[in-house]
């Protein structure tokens, strides 16, 4: 039986565990990976403390502050099911069960599909949801990046310094990406904006070869040889139990990360919290873990 459970390990959790740590309490993160959405970030420049960071360096510094306090953490885990039944936090994951008397999710987010012929048969073949991770393997070539916010933006910017053209995809008709990224994407010259523009296809033989795009009336074919998917993410809450979630499958928290099942708590993107970055999943993950060891020293057990 665990004090608590942590059950993702992006900023949110991590920080959750460090501050369980500290307060010596007896808990076990669960997590797919370490980073989360932080390892797919390319440019980090509002992140206090570094004025300039990569997100792969920034998850490295998460994980060094972790093995200070000797972190007990179930690496490439997936949680299945979280229920509890009276005083006990039931978790089910992909390799085994575990009881609690107290978790918080801080499962994060994950990347939207396009839902269209030739995503799944070219996933992992020219096909991408992460720019960070497989960018370098298309130096010199001609991309596609799907979408118009910050996500696009910034795998824009990463591909900007590797392909050799890249066509951002833009289903609205004006990008919603921070004005800076904006700037930055419209300055690179071997960027073209397609707004009001759709993906009908992925087309390809054993790699991508081009995709099927939509303006207007006027449907084409275009050749690229990677297309990027930057749409945006759903919440990782599918597995929570009985959990008050908003329209958007957002599980909903008050200002101490309490759920509406007294002892889960939640953090991070996986909650309805307004904005979603870095620095604020960080924060609320503290605070998480902080209501978690005031529920424990409230409670008989």
């Known amino acids: 039986m665990f004090d608590l459970i942590i059950i993702g390990a992006g900023p949110a959790g991590i920080t959750a565990s460090v501050y369980a740590a500290r307060k010596k309490m007896n808990f076990l993160v669960i997590t797919q990976d370490i980073g989360g959405q932080t390892a797919w970030s390319g440019d980090v420049e509002n992140y206090t403390g570094y004025q300039f960071i990569t997100g792969p360096d920034l998850v490295a510094k998460f994980e060094e502050h972790m093995r200070k306090y000797d972190i007990p953490v179930k690496e490439n885990e997936s949680v299945i099911s979280l229920k509890k039944k ?25 990347s939207k599909e396009l839902n269209v012929p030739g995503e799944k048969e070219f996933k992992n073949k020219g096909l991408s949801y992460c720019a960070t991770c497989d960018g370098p393997l298309f130096t010199a070539k001609v ?24 066509y951002i995809i ?22 073209t904006l397609m707004n009001n523009t759709g993906v009908l296809a992925v087309l390809g033989e054993k790699m991508v070869t081009g995709i099927v795009i939509k303006r207007g009336a006027r449907q084409e074919n275009l050749s690229v040889q990677g297309v990027f998917v ?11 139990q009985g ?20 002892g889960i708590f939640a953090a991070g993107d996986v909650t309805d919290v307004y904005d979603k970055q870095i620095i604020i999943a960080a924060g609320e993950g503290a605070k998480a873990s902080l209501s978690a060891f005031r529920y424990l020293i409230q409670h008989k057990f």
Do not use: W
């Open 143 to 166: 991309v596609a990046v799907i979408g118009g916010g910050n996500s696009a933006m910034d795998a824009a910017l990463q591909l900007m310094r590797i392909a050799k053209h890249i």
């Open 170 to 191: 833009n289903v609205a008709p004006e990008l919603t990406g921070d004005a800076i990224m904006q700037e930055k994407v419209n300055a690179g010259s071997n960027v």
């Open 243 to 262: 959990l008050a979630k908003n329209q958007l499958g957002e599980i909903e928290v008050n200002c101490n990360n309490e759920t509406n099942i007294p």
């Open 86 to 110: 009276g005083d006990v936090v039931y978790v089910k994951t992909s390799k085994s069960d575990y009881e609690t008397r107290t978790a918080v999710i801080a499962s994060g987010k994950k």
């Open 230 to 240: 930057e749409i945006g993410l759903i919440p990782s809450s599918e597995f929570a």
